[in-house]
């Protein structure tokens, strides 16, 4: 960051006369009738007169947010303390939660959506309204038809949200996953697979055409051997292997254990597996020339990232689309992205466009102009997130209706290191700024 910017608006850091370091919600409106307080991140600690240190505050976990349209809970049935400690809140009320909604970003993994039949299109247009400050995963719960989970992905509110009013926590968050995973299995199916098959050392042959194949390599090693066999192929490092949530895992044998562990164990709450299972079909496109650049180099002078990438399901810009190029062929280069564009974006679940690459091969450089080239290339009826990403900080044209990250976050899990796993919830944990 350019030092005359260090104190500029998007960069200044909030700090009032006891030392605090403010999160830089300004938004709120402190007031003696307001007792919320925005939390701090950094404290100074003076009072010891044999030296000087800083306190951090880490943020508690995001794991659901319940929009309860309905109010089949109520404030006094629940200890949201102890929901809020274990990553859970829940907001009631029609008018409160647009009022909120409005407001703020939520960071949570899933978001539970509690409507009823009569009133789901109204509340349907109200979480599409607000999508860009909302998790990507969501659970629609019919409050007035108890029973199975339907073709809708609506599910048992009663049953579910008692564990809520009980803090019976950790069996809610293990419903609530076992409730997602039905709904990725019904995207799965879409795709043409009955089951994925994680395999180690040792492949199992399976006669079922219908089974999504994936395995961690060690270093890219037996690439070519395994790369037809399976759709999924994982460059396997130990930072890969790290970023896993299934405990302290450095090595593929690690990662197999662990996994079983969990996948024979009923009890267990199966969101590790889900979320492993999600990165590894989940479809991301990047249009970036630093990660293009990138993906043109060879992992230990073999494969190219470029290759390794798309077993990952990484897809970048062919390397005859040179997002490097010099101005004469900016026209001609333009034509060919937007062609891809259109191709690969009926696949992906995810495109990220650096938002120096729409300023310079599309000439859009407001704000209202980069959002219309954006509605314009990737059209509403298709599920696919946009999301810009830049290195600039806050940029002053960015538009109010897009989801964003920082490039320095995209390329620490693509070309500094490569996790696809990481990068798969960083994108689906992007919002609007």
Same mark, same amino acid.
């Not at 049935?77 to 939660?97: D, F, H, P, R």
């Not at 490092?237 to 969990?262: C, M, Q, R």
């Not at 810009?317 to 259109?342: G, H, M, Q, T, Y």
């Given at each position: 960051?350019?030092?005359?910017?260090?104190?500029?608006?998007?960069?200044?850091?909030?700090?009032?006369?006891?030392?605090?370091?403010?999160?830089?919600?300004?938004?709120?409106?402190?007031? $003696? *009738?307001?007792?919320?307080?925005?939390?701090?991140?950094?404290?100074?600690?003076? *009072?010891?007169?044999?030296?000087?240190? =800083?306190?951090?505050?880490?943020?508690?976990?995001?794991?659901?947010?319940?929009?309860?349209?309905?109010?089949?809970?109520?404030?006094?049935?629940?200890?949201?303390?102890?929901?809020?400690?274990?990553?859970? %809140?829940?907001?009631? %009320?029609?008018?409160?939660?647009?009022?909120?909604?409005?407001?703020?970003?939520?960071?949570?993994?899933?978001?539970?959506?509690?409507?009823?039949?009569?009133?789901?299109?109204?509340?349907?247009?109200?979480?599409?309204? +607000?999508?860009?400050?909302?998790?990507?995963?969501?659970?629609?719960?019919?409050?007035?038809?108890?029973?199975? %989970?339907?073709?809708?992905?609506?599910?048992?509110?009663?049953?579910?949200?008692?564990?809520?009013?009980?803090?019976?926590?950790?069996?809610?968050?293990?419903?609530?996953?076992?409730?997602?995973?039905?709904?990725?299995?019904? $995207?799965?199916?879409?795709?043409?697979?009955?089951?994925?098959?994680?395999?180690?050392?040792?492949?199992? *042959?399976?006669?079922?055409?219908?089974?999504?194949?994936?395995?961690?390599?060690? +270093?890219?090693?037996? =690439?070519?051997?395994?790369? *037809?066999? =399976?759709?999924?192929?994982?460059?396997?490092?130990?930072? @890969?292997?790290?970023?896993?949530?299934?405990?302290?895992?450095?090595?593929?044998?690690?990662?197999?254990?662990?996994?079983?562990?969990?996948?024979?164990?009923?009890?267990?709450?199966?969101?590790?597996?889900?979320?492993? +299972?999600?990165?590894?079909?989940?479809?991301?496109?990047?249009?970036?020339?630093?990660?293009?650049?990138?993906?043109?180099?060879?992992?230990?002078?073999?494969?190219?990232?470029?290759?390794?990438?798309?077993?990952?399901?990484?897809?970048?810009?062919?390397?005859?689309?040179?997002?490097?190029?010099?101005?004469?062929?900016?026209?001609?280069?333009?034509?060919?992205?937007?062609?891809?564009?259109?191709?690969? @974006?009926?696949?992906?679940?995810?495109?990220?466009?650096?938002?120096?690459?729409?300023?310079?091969?599309? #000439?859009?450089?407001?704000?209202?102009?980069?959002?219309?080239?954006?509605?314009?290339?990737?059209?509403?009826?298709?599920?696919?997130?946009?999301?810009?990403?830049? #290195?600039?900080?806050?940029?002053?044209?960015?538009?109010?209706?897009?989801?964003?990250?920082?490039? @320095?976050?995209?390329?620490?899990?693509?070309?500094?290191?490569?996790?696809? =796993?990481?990068?798969?919830?960083?994108?689906?944990?992007?919002?609007?700024?």
């Amino acid at each position: 960051i350019p030092i005359e910017d260090i104190d500029d608006l998007d960069y200044k850091l909030n700090i009032d006369n006891k030392g605090n370091w403010l999160t830089g919600e300004n938004d709120f409106n402190i007031s $003696k *009738k307001d007792k919320r307080k925005v939390p701090h991140l950094l404290k100074c600690n003076c *009072k010891d007169k044999r030296g000087f240190g =800083y306190s951090f505050f880490l943020v508690k976990p995001k794991e659901v947010l319940i929009l309860d349209f309905e109010e089949i809970v109520t404030d006094t049935s629940l200890n949201k303390t102890a929901l809020l400690n274990a990553g859970i %809140q829940v907001i009631t %009320q029609e008018e409160k939660i647009k009022k909120k909604l409005s407001k703020y970003n939520y960071n949570h993994k899933i978001l539970v959506v509690v409507s009823s039949i009569e009133h789901r299109i109204l509340h349907e247009k109200i979480i599409a309204s +607000h999508s860009l400050a909302l998790p990507n995963r969501i659970i629609w719960m019919n409050s007035t038809e108890f029973g199975k %989970q339907n073709e809708k992905n609506e599910v048992n509110s009663k049953s579910l949200l008692s564990h809520l009013i009980s803090a019976s926590i950790d069996n809610f968050l293990k419903d609530v996953w076992d409730l997602w995973n039905i709904y990725f299995w019904r $995207k799965m199916k879409l795709l043409g697979y009955e089951e994925m098959s994680f395999e180690g050392y040792k492949a199992r *042959k399976n006669k079922s055409q219908n089974v999504y194949k994936w395995r961690f390599l060690n +270093h890219a090693k037996e =690439y070519e051997k395994y790369k *037809k066999a =399976y759709t999924y192929c994982d460059i396997g490092t130990s930072f @890969s292997f790290s970023k896993i949530p299934l405990g302290n895992i450095t090595t593929i044998s690690e990662l197999i254990d662990a996994y079983e562990k969990v996948r024979v164990n009923v009890d267990a709450n199966k969101m590790p597996l889900i979320l492993l +299972h999600e990165s590894v079909v989940t479809k991301i496109g990047i249009v970036d020339e630093r990660v293009q650049s990138f993906g043109k180099g060879k992992y230990r002078e073999k494969i190219t990232y470029n290759e390794l990438f798309n077993k990952m399901n990484i897809c970048l810009p062919k390397k005859d689309i040179d997002l490097n190029c010099p101005n004469d062929k900016i026209e001609e280069v333009a034509s060919d992205l937007l062609r891809w564009i259109n191709v690969v @974006s009926k696949k992906l679940d995810f495109l990220l466009i650096h938002l120096g690459i729409i300023e310079k091969f599309f #000439g859009k450089e407001d704000d209202t102009s980069i959002k219309d080239f954006i509605d314009e290339i990737i059209p509403d009826d298709k599920d696919l997130k946009v999301i810009l990403i830049s #290195g600039r900080g806050k940029p002053h044209n960015l538009p109010k209706k897009i989801r964003f990250l920082n490039f @320095s976050q995209v390329a620490y899990y693509t070309c500094d290191n490569q996790s696809k =796993y990481m990068l798969t919830d960083l994108c689906f944990s992007a919002r609007k700024l």
